[in-house]
Antibody, heavy 118, light 108 residues
Framework: EVQLVESGGGLVQPGGSLRLSCAAS????????MNWVRQAPGKGLEWVSY????????YYADSVKGRFTISRDNAKNSLYLQMNSLRDEDTAVYYC???????????WGQGTLVTVSS | DIQMTQSPSSLSASVGDRVTITCQAS??????LNWYQQKPGKAPKLLIY???NLETGVPSRFSGSGSGTDFTFTISSLQPEDIATYYC??????????FGQGTKLEIK
C-alpha cells in the first residue's frame, strides 16, 4: 500500500525557514518523480515543485522560485522541501504527491500545515 | 502560462441528479486533463485521468469527456457521499501543473 507521510510543518515568523519532509513507502520511491502541492486555508490547490526520480530535473512555481528548494534521498525513501524567506502568503497545507504517470497525481499524503505569522 | 477556467464555483443539487462541471483551458492541452475530489480536511483523490479514464476503484457514476480546450466532468446520479469540492488539473509546460478554481458541490 502506497503511503506518503508529511512532517515538519508549524508556526514560523515571516522571513523564517522551515523544512518539510515526506516519508514514502509501499512503492519503489527511486523510480518516480515527486511533487509538492499546497493549499492555502479555504483556497484551491497550487502546484509548488517537481523533482525527477534521479533529482536531475527540478521545477518550481514562480511564486516560490528562489526561496524554496526541493530535494530527495532515495536511500531513505524521503522527499524534502526547504522553505526560506517565508511570507504570509506561504501559509498553507503542504501535500507531497506521487504521480506514477507524470501527468497527474495518483497518491497524496495527508498534508502538513505551515503557518507564517508574527 | 495556461489558465484553467472551471465552472461553476459552487453547485447545489439533489440526490439522484445529474451533475456537470466544466473546465476550459486557455490553449490546447490535448487530453492532459484530470479531475480530483477533495472532501473537507482530506487530501485530494484522483477520479478521472487523461480526460476520460476512470481511476481504479472509482464508481462508474463519475465520468469525464473532452479534448483540446473544453472538458466536462459528470456525476450521473448524485449520492450523499459525493459532497466535496472538485478540481480539474492540467499538465503542460511550466508551470507543470495548473488546477482549476474548484467547484464546491452541496446537496439541496
Amino acid at each position: 500500500e502506497v503511503q506518503l507521510v508529511e512532517s515538519g510543518g508549524g508556526l514560523v515568523q515571516p522571513g523564517g525557514s522551515l523544512r518539510l519532509s515526506c516519508a514514502a513507502s509501499g512503492f519503489t520511491f527511486s523510480s518516480y518523480s515527486m511533487n509538492w502541492v499546497r493549499q492555502a486555508p479555504g483556497k484551491g490547490l497550487e502546484w509548488v515543485s517537481y523533482i525527477s526520480s534521479s533529482s536531475s530535473t527540478i521545477y518550481y512555481a514562480d511564486s516560490v522560485k528562489g526561496r524554496f528548494t526541493i530535494s530527495r534521498d532515495n536511500a531513505k525513501n524521503s522527499l524534502y522541501l526547504q522553505m526560506n524567506s517565508l511570507r504570509d502568503e506561504d501559509t498553507a497545507v503542504y501535500y507531497c504527491a506521487l504521480g506514477r504517470v507524470v501527468y497527474y497525481f495518483d497518491y497524496w499524503g495527508q498534508g502538513t500545515l505551515v503557518t507564517v505569522s508574527s | 502560462d495556461i489558465q484553467m477556467t472551471q465552472s461553476p464555483s459552487s453547485l447545489s443539487a439533489s440526490v439522484g441528479d445529474r451533475v456537470t462541471i466544466t473546465c476550459q483551458a486557455s490553449q490546447d492541452i490535448s487530453n492532459y486533463l484530470n479531475w480530483y475530489q477533495q472532501k473537507p480536511g482530506k487530501a485530494p483523490k484522483l477520479l478521472i485521468y487523461d480526460a476520460s479514464n476512470l481511476e481504479t476503484g472509482v464508481p462508474s457514476r463519475f465520468s469525464g469527456s473532452g479534448s483540446g480546450t473544453d472538458f466536462t466532468f459528470t456525476i450521473s446520479s448524485l449520492q450523499p457521499e459525493d459532497i466535496a469540492t472538485y478540481y480539474c488539473q492540467q499538465y503542460d509546460n511550466l508551470p507543470l501543473y495548473t488546477f482549476g478554481q474548484g467547484t464546491k458541490l452541496e446537496i439541496k
